[in-house]
């Protein structure tokens, strides 16, 4: 696949979520804060198991993060929805946020969303290098390893699969096709790791407070009242994905995924591809700071790249500029 | 319908010296044509229509979904066959776009729309792409007619060279690639096109060529002895067809003969080659004329036509535009500019509304040219100005022999590759590949049903 570029772009993410819970929510705001730091970008985002709001919410949030014109509806794609069946009620958690007429959004119908199965492919397309970071249920990616040449494309750019398991039932299905097909290494992030990493709530109150109107400090209240902390789930396997080298979790020998009779998932060391991630009690409050540090950031609004009339000289170019605002 | 004892080949061909003509359905070919493979007896026609540098989407999208009503303005001249067309929201060219590889989208659209694969950046030999939606449905028809497919183009076809950004000048000028390397150059010279449909089948000796051309006898007289056997044997109905037949063949050899012979006085600035009619709207009605006449004869089933190269400089002085097309695409913004890339883009659609009527007015067996066709008219560019690739413009005539309920506008979601709806169409002509370019699967909707 020609990409003379290769390499060079940001690690794109790839983020399959139901976006159900806040532990979603959060993740969303950890990698636009991946993003604003160029640690990594968001490739795309595809959601199943989930109504109408929750594809406006994630397109409001990406708005929020990135605010100004979408760059020419060519290398931003709008969030992927599930939508070839009933759709389900919308969560109060993203009912209370996109009624807020506060918040820009590009989403006003399903014509509006994206096709998941195209969505995810394409997010990789994008990028040179990509992770993906499953939380729904597999149905979306496994019918992407149907689709002309995307095993050969996942097998170049794809770093790593990283598998959230909060405990929710799988497409059974679905889930063996990807753990039997997926051309890279697969990571498991078991519930344990999650439950290991209880969120602070009360630094949603605290850190999220620099403006009147935050959708990810809202989603947090109007899914349960009061200041609660909440199990990490996609937040772990967000920060591993981007982080996969900074050691915040140890890894178990290889091992495989297999499905309960009730489509849970459980992982098992032995015959297999799969490893495990494996919480590291000495980095708990260091993983939490930065949890907290990085989806709390407001975002970075990047300016046009400058060119320097002696550019190409022996000096160098200048480096984007970045601009908080209210800084 | 009369059904003649006569079973007649739908293959027949009416020949003279140098000079073969097809014929157009008749009901004596009736009981042969229903024993063939297409399916409800009736074949099915395929074709592409590409518009270059994009579209004034403004003026383009309905607001709703559903059924079409007042269309908008660009799409107006469509009103009179509004209720058998479909415009199709929402779906996207992936490979158009510069992902990692940077600028060049006109070097890329066309060939990412028509193949759904990824350009390989080269302005040498070594072109590589995909076979194309066209090609792949030509391969299903392909033994039941003359031509296994039509590649019509309205601009000089260039070959090689560097058009954008390091990108062949082949993945701009071919909308048509029977492989990945092999792309099938359009033909827009208008005599050049009439005699690949209705010249012989066997090479003519150069001399006798020359001299034909040179008494400029009519195919019509070359083939008189046939046609009066033939004539014999058909009953009232097919007699009368025949002699429509004949005479809109007729007719488009006057005004080829007749565009020759303007074409000595065609502004040497327009570019065009020998035999143009000078005004783009008579060229436009020509070629499509001979598309429909290919069509009837059932010369052909599948046909491209390229409006224009992708990245067309064409001036529309008929319609008082001087500037060239691809420039007024890049407006920024600029009302006026903007005003004349609608205009042009209007026009195209004025013209394509009369192809459609005339479609329709042919009568086939108890049904008409159009009901029996599936014709994309679309862009692999949305936005000329920032070149978009996705919600691309698109529309979809005809009824595809029944299947398709069109009179709607039907929105997808976005990322939607065009690829499935040229799935669909060639699931239709009777084949069904494995993967089509970057296709996800059938596209939903063209039917109620």
Redesign the interface.
Known sequence: ??????GK?PLGVVYNTSMDRPDAALALALLYGFQGKRESRIGSISINGAGLGAAIFCDLVQRFYTPGPLR????V??P??A?DGPLPADLAMVQAVISRTEYVRSIK???????P???I??GV????EAVMILSARATYLA?TLD??GVKELYKDRVKMLVIVDSGNPQDAPAMRKVLAEFPSPVIFCGREIGESLPFPGAAIDKDFAWTPAHPIADAYHAFRSGTYDFPSYDLAAALYAVHSDKNFFQLSEPGAIALNDDATMKFAPGPGKVRSLIPDPTRKQDILQLFVEVSSAKPVIPTPRVRRPDAGKASPAPAAITKKPGS | MIISQKKLSRRTLLRGIGAALSLPFLDAMTPAFAGSTVPGGKPIRAAWFYVPNGIDMRHWTPGD?GPLGQMPSILAPLQPVKDDLMVL??L?A?WG??????AGDHGRALGAYMTGM?V??TAGADLRLGVSADQVAASAVAQHTKLPSLEIGLEETRQAGNCDNGYSCAYAYNMAWRTESQPLPPISDPRQLFERLFGTDVAEPPALHARRLAMRASILDQVSGDTKKLETTLGNSDRRKLDEYLSSVREIEQQVQRAEKDGLIIDPGMDKPYGVPPEFPDYFRLMTDIMIAAFKTDSTRVATLMIGREGSTRAYPEIGIADGHHPLTHHMGNLEMLEKVSQINSLHLRLFSEFLVKLKATKEGDSNLLDQSMIVYGSGIS?GN??????LPTILAGRGGGFINPGRHV???????ICNLFATMVEQMGVRP??L????GRLQGLSLS
């Open positions: 696949m020609q990409s003379p570029f290769e772009q020419n509806g060519n290398q794609l709008m992927g929805l939508a119908r399903v014509g509006d969303t994206s096709l199965e195209a969505v492919r394409n397309i994008f990028n040179a019918k689709l002309d | 979904e929201s929402n996207t992936n776009r510069p992902l990692l590889v940077g990824q390989y950046r936005d920032v070149h978009t690739h996705d919600q929105i997808y979601q976005r990322e939607t590759p494995e993967h370019g970057d296709s996800t």
